[in-house]
């Protein structure tokens, strides 16, 4: 399975330090999903779009410039493989949400410290054997609910289980911009 993710991208970065596609910026916690104390929250999406949308879908006017960052890096886009049989827990699925005792509207609703404590409850969750039972979860994109996210989370002992496959310079003439301007309705110039 491939996921996406938009990052500031330094070509001269190398893996794990800020600029790579494989650096994940500390300090977490701000993030639905998050609990820095237990595990790092890699938030990706399986549609390139969907991660472009995520990361700037609240932005009112798209411009050549939202690529551009301070510190002189640019938004690109990764992507990367993952094993297709990764254990997943989805809330778009009514059964899971049993499961936890949850409702729709509770993953809807952007309540941190509920969310925040579910993804901690699910971490925690092992087979008998004692193997981790998820490896992340899914959910529902706020901006298109059609897209869906992913995050998985990784330890040091146990880091997730990405493979960097491709790192594309977002432009306003990349595809993934173009297919997530046009489902947000983005007037692209």
């Known amino acids: 399975m491939l996921l996406h993710r938009v990052f500031l991208h330094d070509p001269a970065s190398t893996p794990g330090k800020s600029g790579h596609a494989?650096?994940?910026?500390?300090?977490?916690?701000?993030?639905?999903?998050?609990?820095?104390?237990?595990?790092?929250?890699?938030?990706?999406s399986p549609a390139a779009e969907g991660a472009v949308g995520e990361t700037l879908g609240n932005l009112?006017?798209?411009s050549a410039d939202m690529f551009e960052h301070p510190s002189g890096m640019r938004r690109a886009l990764a992507t990367f493989s993952v094993p297709d049989d990764l254990s997943i827990f989805d809330?778009?699925?009514?059964t899971n949400l049993q499961h936890l005792g949850m409702r729709p509207s509770q993953v809807v609703i952007r309540n941190k410290a509920f969310t925040q404590s579910k993804a901690a409850t699910l971490f925690a969750e092992t087979h008998h054997g004692g193997g981790r039972r998820w490896a992340?979860?899914?959910?529902?994109s706020y901006h298109r609910p059609s897209w869906?996210?992913?995050?998985?989370?990784?330890?040091?002992?146990?880091?997730?289980?990405?493979?960097?496959?491709?790192?594309?310079?977002?432009?306003?003439?990349?595809?993934a911009v173009v297919e997530a301007g046009r489902a947000l309705s983005k007037p692209i110039p």
């Open 60 to 62: 009112a006017t798209w």
């Open 136 to 140: 992340g979860v899914s959910w529902w």
């Open 91 to 94: 809330f778009d699925d009514a």
């Open 22 to 44: 494989t650096y994940l910026h500390r300090p977490q916690g701000a993030g639905r999903w998050d609990n820095p104390s237990l595990y790092d929250a890699w938030y990706l």
């Open 148 to 175: 869906r996210n992913v995050m998985l989370w990784g330890t040091a002992g146990e880091p997730a289980p990405l493979t960097l496959q491709t790192v594309e310079p977002l432009t306003l003439t990349s595809i």
